[in-house]
């Protein structure tokens, strides 16, 4: 065979390369951009698929410089996924110009909301600055109206989490209201707060969740909150150190640990599907026109559970006033946004930061909220 030959076979091949490379990331980016729409039950690897979708995103971009440089007749379908793609791209990173300004009509409409999984108030960095504990100490100094916390169990003054009793007099201060339901659900709420008589009636196998459900009234105005802390992955400190091992130097032994891993989420997978159908059903009974459910839900934006949720009129508040991608949970290498806050009614969000303090394994979100004339 000549050189020109082996040229000619080596550009073919190049070509054939290139386009089983661009079809498979097309598939793949597409595929995991609506597998969160595949109930856990019916295919149990669509939770874990939908959770790669950011990789895809990634895969497509560098698919399509290779083919800017190469063949650019590729470049179509590169263009052409990213496009039906294009609603869970823009739920996971939107593009709103952040909203900084509210006339006096709609400041006094407004109200300030803190969703925070606190980590049992212990420090996640073991630090204590001060002497004081530091999730408390962020929570007052961001005076947010109403605030919703997740794994609250240990709110008291206490030697272990440096909660002191001058935090918990600045807190009763300034919240009225201090309620917990469920096993570490809690609400502190400047506003007039009753707790509802709500109970999660799940099957067997439903796993392990706690929803505490609120009823928070403003300028006369009722709003129906729901405090969701949703089946965890179920991750053994072995499994994390797997998984971080995995990321750093990929290995056989290791495939097979990141097997159990697969298994492991997408068996908590099935169990939030299940817990997210009995809370449909207490937001049915107990809602009303104005809702919020806001917590750690432990999955990703367009999984199969928050994707249900919006049968009952709930939307997502992230992708309606955010920019870019965030991440809300950061331990362990698991870099991921699972905490998430849902809402309908006559009330329009207007805001949302997530002030990166490392207090717990959680970032919290502050949003700002506008109620409807």
């Not at 707790?195 to 796993?207: E, Q």
Request: glycine fraction near 6%.
């Amino acid at each position: 065979m000549s050189t020109r030959e082996l040229k000619n076979y080596a550009r073919a091949a190049g070509r054939v390369l290139l386009a089983v490379l661009n079809v498979a990331t097309a598939a793949g980016l597409i595929l995991s951009a609506y597998s969160g729409c595949i109930a856990p039950q019916t295919w149990k690897l669509a939770p874990v698929v939908t959770m790669t979708f950011p990789g895809w995103v990634l895969g497509i971009i560098l698919v399509g410089l290779i083919d800017l440089f190469t063949v650019r007749r590729w470049l179509w379908l590169c263009g052409a996924t990213l496009a039906v793609a294009s609603p869970t791209l823009w739920n996971y990173s939107p593009l709103h110009i952040p909203y900084a300004f509210l006339d006096e009509d709609e400041k006094a409409r407004s109200f300030t909301f803190l969703t925070y999984n606190v980590y049992n108030f212990e420090s996640y960095s073991k630090e204590y600055p001060d002497n004081q504990n530091p999730a408390l100490k962020f929570i007052l100094q961001t005076d947010a109206d109403v605030v919703c916390l997740q794994e609250a169990l240990l709110l008291q003054v206490n030697a272990k989490t440096h909660i002191t009793q001058e935090q918990m007099r600045r807190l009763s201060e300034k919240y009225p209201y201090i309620m917990q339901t469920g096993e570490a659900q809690m609400l502190l709420s400047k506003f007039p707060t009753v707790i509802l008589p709500m109970r999660m009636d799940k099957n067997p196998g439903a796993g392990k969740c706690d929803v505490g459900a609120f009823r928070v009234t403003i300028d006369g105005q009722d709003i129906t909150i729901f405090d969701v802390h949703l089946q965890s992955f179920g991750l053994t400190s072995e499994d994390k150190e797997a998984y971080r091992d995995f990321t750093r130097s990929p290995s056989e032994e290791e495939m097979g640990e990141v097997r159990t891993l697969v298994s492991k989420i997408a068996e908590a997978a099935r169990k939030r599907a299940m817990q997210t159908e009995v809370l449909m059903n207490c937001i049915k009974k107990f809602g009303g026109p104005n809702v919020i459910v806001s917590g750690d839900f432990n999955d990703v934006p367009c999984s199969y559970s928050l994707r249900r949720l919006g049968d009952v009129g709930l939307k997502q508040v992230y992708p309606r006033v955010a920019l870019g991608p965030m991440v809300t949970y950061y331990a362990n290498k698991f870099y991921f946004r699972i905490d998430h806050v849902l809402y309908r009614g006559s009330l329009t969000p207007v805001e949302l930061t997530r002030p990166k303090v490392k207090a717990s394994d959680h970032y919290p979100q502050i949003i700002t909220f506008v109620l409807d004339r």
